[in-house]
């Protein structure tokens, strides 16, 4: 390590602060870009990618993170993509998410919902711990499985201040099960004996990602596809105050003397600010499709920097317990999600 601070330290590069940022930017746009380029090589081929350009992303990365961690130029602008771009990408995020939803689906269901992720929450980190994965790790399984998989990931990690390896091992498990989610779910419905209505709402509350719940819903009608992204939609609203607690929380076990303003980043008060904007149609929605495609590739392209740094030994270390962890979790968000469609009654 000394090594490499010295020769950072010397190479004239880095002696600019802007002009040592562009190789390591690069070198995180060219993963992304790579990345893109399979998911879009996956649709041609299969008609669906499997594997989400942010998932690639990453694996990616990782693929090239011992040369990338080897050359000391490369990682102002890496740092810089994995933490400032990734940032930016969260609050852009938060103008593709509105309240409207909440009116749409009725109190009843979304005070199931809120009800359903809370506990989802408790089991996925209690089950996480109890297999030996640490905090912030077991923290970034129960957001991946209680709200919307990558992206919760992506939107916790900065706030618990999670490490590189922690982020990958926690994105793996989501590829993982998005695909058995999709596979599983038409045989459960068929299996429980579920009505379109029923389907829907057990698709939305267990799903990671709303083109996956199309996927999933599809095979029980057009009312299921209707009823599941709508439930996922309020399931996603839970991104903001969940993320806003993670900041509390993590914020006090630093320091209980901590300003709000450092218990509480930036860019969540942003993305509050533009989830409240998008409500109140202070957006034209003439830019809301640009900003939520400059959201999805800034976090791509923060993805392919986290993959960068990534310590494969640590990930494969703590991997098979990781997705153990994942399909506990999952198993009892499932259990919560039959529990709610039977308690509100819904046929």
Sequence with gaps: MSDISLSSASHPLLQNPIASRIPGILASIAVAALAVAAAWVEEAVFGHAWLEGLVLAILIGAAASTLARRNPVLRPGIDFCAK????VAIVLLGASISVEALGEAGLGLVAG????VALSLAAGYAVSRALGLPPRLATLVACGNSICGNSAIAAAAPVIRA????IAASLSFTAFLSILAVLILPVLYVAFGMSAVQSGVFAGLTVYAVPQVLAAAAPAGP???????LVKLVRVLMLGPVIFFLGLAFGRQEGN???LTKMVPWFIVGFLLMMAMRSLALIPATALP?????SA??????MAAL??????GSVMKSGGRVVTAALLSLACLATFAVGLIRFLGIA
């Design 163 to 166: 490490e590189s390896s922690e």
């Design 290 to 294: 640009a900003m939520q495609s400059v």
């Design 113 to 116: 919902i809120v009800a359903v």
């Design 307 to 312: 993959g960068l740094t990534v310590d494969m």
């Design 84 to 87: 400032t771009v990734l940032e």
């Design 297 to 302: 590739l800034l976090t791509v392209v923060a």
């Design 257 to 259: 003397r901590l300003p």
């Design 223 to 229: 009312v299921a596809i209707q009823v599941g992204t």
